[in-house]
């Protein structure tokens, strides 16, 4: 059974979110192999049977969107609208993953922290949502939040900022 589209981008997700340096997968001369960098995953698949050329396009796409994603990454930053003097002095919190935004741990409780909170590096700040993994996102700092650089159930990149904190 070959792999499908969305079941090689789901392993992507699950071994970027994992402690995983490497995965590898071969079934019927089909080799999926995925291994993590420090700064770039990246994601290497091959095909050792070449009478199959539709197996082989039906397996180019997820890694390609893959890794078109993480090329994205420098992008990513659009908050340039603050003035860059005001933020030189503050901590980032970015986004450790591609996924929705969510500022409160359901839609009907109050959201983790708002401007003026008070953090510690231990704080849930808010969850983003992957794959339907809602992952809590800490503080990584103690501080104030000075701004909120996204709106609740927005996507959001790997690497984008989302909120600013004063460090104390």
Known sequence: MMLKVQEIRELIKLVD??????????????????????????????????????????KTPAPVAAVEVKQEEPIAPQPAQT????TSNLHKITSPMVGTFYASPSPDADVYVKVGSKVSSDSVVCIVEAMKLFNEIEAEVNGEIVEILVKDGQLVEYGQPLFLVKPE
């Open 83 to 86: 003035p860059a003097a005001d």
């Open 17 to 58: 979110q994992s402690s995983l340096d490497e995965f590898v997968y071969e079934y019927e001369g089909a080799k999926i192999k995925m291994k993590k960098n420090a700064a770039v995953d990246t994601v290497a698949v091959k095909e050792q049977v070449t009478p199959a050329p539709v197996v082989v396009a039906e």
